[in-house]
């Protein structure tokens, strides 16, 4: 499981919306199964919620308190060209 891949995960969901693993996979350099592994391993870490009506992802409380700390930053500082679009 890639860090990165966790990190461009939050990166897309920090803005404070709901992504579809599919969205999210079409938003970043990552394959569905990339996708979500990352997804799954920031779920289990308390950092995602799945919003199960709409089959979407949004950070958690927790997550919301950890990007805003000097490591959650500092994993947020994914290059843009990291990113697709």
């Given at each position: 499981?890639s860090?990165?891949?966790?990190?461009?995960?939050?990166?897309?969901?920090?803005p404070?919306g709901?992504?579809?693993?599919?969205?999210?996979?079409?938003?970043?350099a990552?394959?569905?199964r990339?996708?979500?592994?990352?997804?799954?391993?920031?779920?289990?870490?308390?950092?995602l919620?799945e919003v199960?009506?709409?089959h979407?992802?949004e950070?958690?409380?927790c997550?919301?308190?950890y990007?805003?700390?000097?490591t959650?930053?500092?994993m947020?500082?994914?290059p843009?060209s990291?990113?697709?679009?």
């Open positions: 499981m860090t990165i891949d966790q990190a461009l995960v939050l990166r897309i969901l920090q404070g709901q992504l579809t693993d599919r969205q999210i996979a079409a938003n970043t990552l394959s569905i990339r996708a979500r592994r990352a997804l799954r391993t920031l779920h289990l870490n308390g950092l919620r199960t009506h709409r979407a992802w950070l958690s409380t997550g919301h308190a990007t805003n700390t000097p959650g930053q500092a947020l500082d994914v843009r990291a990113l697709v679009g």
